[in-house]
Nanobody, 112 residues
Framework: QTQLVESGGGLVQPGGSLRLSCAAS????????ISWLRQAPGKQRDLVAS???????NYADSVKGRFTISRDSAKNTVYLQMNSLKAEDTAVYYC??????WGQGTQVTVSS
């Protein structure tokens, strides 16, 4: 069964950190461009960060300098390290690989 599974979300105070994981099964992430997107209540789903199979990375302006996307080919997993979190980072975070693979989402809530 091919699937993506996100984990690592939770409740964190402003200024805190979380690391999200996106683990693939049934296929190799190494062949795909991988993106993290997020969707806050009542808003559209927006791109947060992406990493190409070449290793090239791209970030939304709102997270540059705070978030880092990386991949571990041995674990077939992509990570999103999120530092200096703000209330406006609160959303459901989704992992995407190519046109067909989506995870179920993981909730990130930044609140004091």
């Amino acid at each position: 069964q091919t699937q993506l599974v996100e984990s690592g979300g939770g409740l964190v105070q402003p200024g805190g950190s979380l690391r999200l994981s996106c683990a693939a099964s049934g296929f190799s992430l190494g062949y795909y461009d991988i993106s993290w997107l997020r969707q806050a209540p009542g808003k559209q789903r927006d791109l947060v960060a992406s990493i190409r199979s070449s290793g090239w990375t791209n970030y939304a302006d709102s997270v540059k300098g705070r978030f880092t996307i990386s991949r571990d080919s041995a674990k077939n997993t992509v990570y999103l390290q999120m530092n200096s979190l703000k209330a406006e980072d609160t959303a459901v975070y989704y992992c995407n690989a190519g046109p067909n693979y989506w995870g179920q989402g993981t909730q990130v809530t930044v609140s004091s």
